[in-house]
């Protein structure tokens, strides 16, 4: 089993940038695939981007691609979003989750494990 908890969230304005952390403990984080969704107010999960447990493959959202970075730390059990160029569509609760299986995923339903979320909002 694994815990998640998200940090980094926060008010910023159109065209600017955050950096969402994802810090896990318990089992063998390096052993579990990572990723990221975000669910808008009155709207379900929705996909953000994925990681392998090495780090060596990464997916992203066509909403998102060339703006926002996936990433991850094994050595410090941490999961990272890096966002560039936000805009307001991109307000949503963000959250980290984890799954067993070397195979990243896009639907939140394979996911075993989600963090409580944190609240990005952006201003136009």
């Known amino acids: 089993q694994v815990q998640l908890v998200e940090s980094g969230g926060g008010l910023v304005q159109t065209g600017g940038s955050l950096r969402l952390s994802c810090a896990a403990s318990g089992r063998a984080f390096s052993s579990y695939v990572m990723a990221w969704f975000r669910q808008a107010p009155g709207k379900e999960h929705a996909f953000v981007g994925a990681?392998?447990?090495?780090?060596?493959?990464?997916y992203t959202a066509d909403s998102v691609k060339g703006r926002f970075t996936i990433s991850r730390d094994n050595a410090k059990n941490s999961l990272y979003l890096q966002m560039n160029s936000l805009n307001p569509e991109d307000t949503a609760v963000y959250y980290c989750?984890?799954?067993?299986?070397?195979?990243?995923?896009?639907?939140?339903?394979?996911?075993?494990?989600w963090g409580q979320g944190t609240q990005v909002t952006v201003s136009s």
């Open positions: 989750a984890a799954k067993a299986g070397s195979l990243p995923a896009t639907s939140d339903i394979a996911y075993d494990y």
């Open positions: 990681i392998s447990w090495s780090g060596a493959n990464t």
